[in-house]
């Protein structure tokens, strides 16, 4: 059976007064979905052992972080073993997106051709310098290729065939 793959949502850094609040560094983009009352999550023990789902029966936000209440655990005592635990969904719970974004994971891995259907290589990361996105493309000498994440260069990208369709304007190679 193949194992599902878990989206990193936050890490338990703190604990936060004596009524078993803790303190979660946020490691996602929606952390209003993945906190929200009734939300429920794995949690995995920083040494190695089985994950305990929880269910966090309030939230808000604070200085960056996240106190978050879970069902179950009231009072200091319980929650200052929980330091260090790591907080996930699994990736059918992932958050939809709109048309024309893509989760990095989806992303990486694709190979690149262009509109005349020369291969040019795969993609193998992602960097966010600023206005757009940049995917670093690894060309099958090892070369890498830099391509701008906007409309007049990638023209299609088809996630089911993990097949990215690009323009390459006048100086991209």
Known sequence: MKEERLLNVGKIVNT???????????????PEVRFQVGSKLLMFPPESGDPVTVEVTSSREQKNMFVVKLKGFDDINQVEKLKGCELKVSDSERVPLSEDEYYVRDIIGCSVVTEEGEELGVIADVLTPGANDI?????????????????????DVDLTARKVTVHLMEGLL
């Open 135 to 155: 995917w670093v493309v690894t060309m099958p000498k090892g070369k890498e290729l830099l391509l701008p994440v906007i409309d007049d260069v990638v023209l």
């Open 16 to 30: 936060h007064g004596i009524r078993g609040e803790v303190k979660v560094w946020p490691q996602t983009d929606f």
